[in-house]
């Protein structure tokens, strides 16, 4: 009997575009998260423009393209728990975000 382990398994076609769906979300997600902080401490202290969520989706994934790291590609890492890790990510910087504005 063989035993699939995650070093051993390797995550289908469909299973990684199922993950887009969620993706494309977290993206939209991560925008707005940025969008939110960028008027909370950027603004004040800069005296800039808010930022709308659009620009904000743009200017993460042009920091993202930039700072993207394909030079070990991993198919042993489970999609889903990649996108949920973003997802916590993501929550716990508008949570830690929120307490900090409060202070100013």
């Known amino acids: 009997m063989t035993t699939v382990t995650a070093s051993t398994k390797s995550w289908g076609i469909g299973t990684s575009l199922a993950a887009l769906v969620p993706g494309f979300a977290l993206t939209a997600y991560k925008g ?3 969008s939110v902080m960028w008027g909370w401490f950027i603004v004040p202290a800069l005296d800039v423009p808010r930022l ?20 070990r590609p991993r198919s042993d890492i489970n999609p889903w728990a990649v996108q ?13 975000g929120w307490i900090v504005h409060l202070f100013m």
């Open 84 to 96: 949920f890790s973003r997802l916590m990510f993501y929550s716990m910087a508008i949570g830690f």
């Open 32 to 34: 707005w998260v940025l």
């Open 52 to 71: 709308g969520v659009i620009p904000a989706i743009g200017i993460s994934l042009l920091v993202s393209l930039l700072m993207a790291d394909f030079s």
